[in-house]
């Protein structure tokens, strides 16, 4: 399993990042795919999933009608809009194949730095 995420930066409250994940190494099309998060100080949380037909796509509460998931299979990438950004949403972003609680998986990508500031 290989996943590579990329697309964090430095933005304005208010502004938008899209984030991509790269995922190689196993059936990508056959998994949910879900995008985690890790604040300074704070445990890693689940942040929004996606089904292998992106049929269903869960959110947690605190970026609901702000963040939307996608995936493109023929790429094996999956995708985070985040519009509306917001102080609290700088963290390191990571995804990874399934929908567990992180503390299930024993393989994480870099992540991708997301720092919302004026």
């Known amino acids: 399993v290989q996943l590579v995420e990329s697309g964090g930066g430095l933005v304005q409250p208010g502004g938008s990042l899209r984030l991509s994940c790269a995922a190689s190494?196993?059936?990508?099309?056959?998994?949910?795919m879900t995008w985690y998060r890790q604040a300074p100080g704070k445990e890693r949380e689940l942040v929004a999933s996606?089904?292998?037909?992106?049929?269903?796509?869960n959110y947690a509460d605190s970026v609901k009608g702000r963040f939307t998931v996608s995936r493109d299979n023929a790429k094996t990438t999956v995708y985070l809009q985040m519009n509306s950004l917001k102080a609290e949403d700088t963290a390191v972003y990571y995804c990874?194949?399934?929908?567990?609680?992180?503390?299930?998986?024993?393989?994480w990508g870099q992540g991708t730095q997301v720092t919302v500031s004026s």
């Open positions: 996606i089904s292998s037909a992106s049929s269903i796509r």
């Open positions: 990874n194949r399934g929908r567990g609680a992180p503390e299930n998986y024993d393989y």
């Open positions: 190494g196993f059936t990508f099309s056959n998994y949910y």
